[in-house]
């Protein structure tokens, strides 16, 4: 497969860790993406089982160490910005041994910086239609041009557009668990020093943390959706859910909220997971959110993004010129995988959004008399066993 040139729709971390590998085993990749930059932002994320092995074999675990988030611990506080509870880092973050914390833009900086010298970037396009003649496949940009490549592969995530071009449209895949997330830089106006408050109430959990790396700080926001996401990127339309959903809360929520208007980063999007019986068609496939999101609840699309992407790569150099044997073999290695992670996200957020007054003074007093109970610590662990058991659900070959 010497030279075979593969086209990447999307430069988020699935896309930018495929062009590496791809270019590692000796294909042209080119990586076109929507945003007229590389995209910072997001949520601090872990990165976890499998995933590690992937960032190690790039050998960028120690820049990732660099740049960790060492985000020391969690309170959860009330209306009145009480501190109810407080548990360490790790506890909380749920990891163990090598588990690394990121910012999710900081981890998409560093796996780009990898590939920018050897691999072509198109900013600011979108592939906008998409012919696959059996030979290869001719594309054409919304810029207007026109190119041919032998393989294509959507990384563009949860509202995938090659997706949609070539398996057929949206509501086909994507199942929408009924909340939306929203996440932005603000003013660090607490003075957070590594630390992340988070408030509960009926439907709606808000939270803001500072990290290491970051003089300001990020807020999140959680919430039962009150409407479908019918255009996910009407910012405007957003951002007036999000203070109407939050309207009338106490604690920081109207300065968190005003911090939204002048985030470089505002992200929004409902918490949706991504189901399909083939992450290939002819010569084009699908790695990541695009073919298997797993939804922020999961708390594992980062991992999945990297360890499909790996594997992706690796099974198309494995099977030489077979491209077909090569989209078989990533199906075959990663399917199991896609679905235990996916599993996660039902269940996780039931304990992240609570929906009624009861559950949510139920779940304060608790969190104000674990620091009584003796083992709390151990009991988290127990709490986060099954995303540990998630993220290892997979052997990696060395391709
Ligand atoms: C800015 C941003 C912030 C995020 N924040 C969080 C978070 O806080 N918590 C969380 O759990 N998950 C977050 N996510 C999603 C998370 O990054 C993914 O679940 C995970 O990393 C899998 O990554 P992915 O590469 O498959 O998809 P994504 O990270 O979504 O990346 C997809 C990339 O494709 C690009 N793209 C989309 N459409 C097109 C198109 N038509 N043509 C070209 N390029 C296109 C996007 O701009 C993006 O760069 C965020 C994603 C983004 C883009």
Not at 196 to 222: H, I, Q
Request: charged share 25%.
């Amino acid at each position: 497969m010497r030279n075979t040139s593969v086209l990447i729709s999307g430069a988020g971390i699935a896309g930018v860790t495929l062009a590496y590998w791809l270019r590692r085993h000796g294909f042209t990749p080119t990586v076109v993406e929507r945003a007229p930059a590389l995209r910072q932002g997001g949520y601090k994320i872990d990165i976890r089982g499998a995933a590690l092995d992937v960032v190690t074999r790039m050998g960028v675990m120690d820049e990732i160490r660099r740049e960790r988030t060492d985000v020391r611990g969690a309170s959860v506080v009330n209306a009145a910005g009480k501190r109810l509870a407080s548990m360490g880092g790790d506890t909380f973050g749920g990891r163990e041994g090598e588990d690394a914390e990121i910012l999710r833009g900081d981890l998409n900086r560093i796996l780009y910086e990898l590939t920018a010298n050897e691999v072509e970037y198109l900013f600011d396009d979108s592939i906008a239609s998409l012919t696959d003649d059996g030979d290869g496949v001719k594309v054409a940009f919304e810029s207007g041009e026109t190119r041919t490549f032998d393989l294509v592969v959507g990384a563009d995530g949860l509202h995938s557009t090659t997706r949609a071009l070539a398996f057929g449209p949206e509501s086909e895949y994507v199942r929408d668990l009924g909340y939306h997330i929203s996440i932005f830089s603000v003013p660090n106006h607490l003075g957070l020093d590594r630390w992340e408050l988070t408030y509960v109430s009926p439907g709606r959990t808000a939270l803001t943390y500072s990290t290491a790396k970051d003089t300001g700080a990020k807020a999140m926001f959680l919430f039962a959706s009150v409407s479908p996401d019918d255009d996910h990127r009407d910012r405007d339309r957003q951002q007036k859910l999000l203070t109407g959903t939050y309207a009338g809360e106490g604690w920081e929520i109207p300065r968190l909220l005003d911090g939204m208007a002048d985030a470089p980063d505002f992200y929004f999007d409902s918490l949706s997971q991504v189901h399909m019986d083939r992450w290939s068609k002819g010569r084009v496939a699908l790695v990541g959110d695009a073919a298997y999101c797993a939804s922020p609840a999961s708390g594992q699309g980062t991992s999945l993004a990297l360890v499909g992407a790996y594997v992706l790569a690796g099974e198309l150099a494995a099977a030489g010129d077979d491209h077909e044997a090569g989209f078989g073999g990533y199906e075959q290695a990663m399917r199991h995988f896609a679905e235990q992670n996916q599993k996660l996200g039902p269940g996780n957020i039931r304990h992240m959004v609570l929906r009624s007054k009861t559950q949510v003074w139920f779940q304060m007093k608790m969190l104000s008399l674990m620091k009584y109970l003796p083992g709390k610590e151990r009991m988290m662990a127990k709490v986060m066993e099954p995303i540990q058991k998630a993220a290892r659900a997979i052997t990696l070959k060395n391709y």
